[in-house]
Nanobody, 121 residues
Framework: QVRLVESGGGLVQAGGSLRVSCAAS????????MGWYRQAPGKQRELVAT???????NYADSVKGRFTISRDNAKNTVHLQMNSLKPEDTAVYYC???????????????WGQGTQVTVSS
């Protein structure tokens, strides 16, 4: 059983910073890509940022220059440092792990339960 658990969301004023983290646990052998997605009320879930096992990153245009994604392969964790936050960044942020290979040699994707980030104006 593989679980993704997010932490670090909360309420912050516009211009402020927050760091959200995600820890993957279970019988994990390796994880290909880890990332963050977000879903605001009434909107579809959208990509925020992803990072491959080798460290290649991809960001949504709306967060480039403000957000930084990082991961620790040994700990199966991924972090998202969010700076210069805007009210439009308000959403539930979901951790995603793609290509999770377990010690039983199965491969699938997983989602966390989400953490709320609210940016007040």
């Amino acid at each position: 059983q593989v679980r993704l658990v997010e932490s670090g969301g909360g309420l912050v004023q516009a211009g402020g910073s927050l760091r959200v983290s995600c820890a993957a646990s279970g019988s994990i052998f390796s994880i290909n890509t880890m990332g963050w997605y977000r879903q605001a009320p009434g909107k579809q879930r959208e990509l925020v940022a992803t990072i491959t096992r080798g460290g290649s990153t991809n960001y949504a245009d709306s967060v480039k220059g403000r957000f930084t994604i990082s991961r620790d392969n040994a700990k199966n964790t991924v972090h998202l440092q969010m700076n210069s936050l805007k009210p439009e960044d308000t959403a539930v942020y979901y951790c995603n792990a793609r290509g999770v290979v377990t010690v039983e040699l199965s491969t699938r994707d997983y989602w966390g339960q989400g953490t709320q980030v609210t940016v007040s104006s």
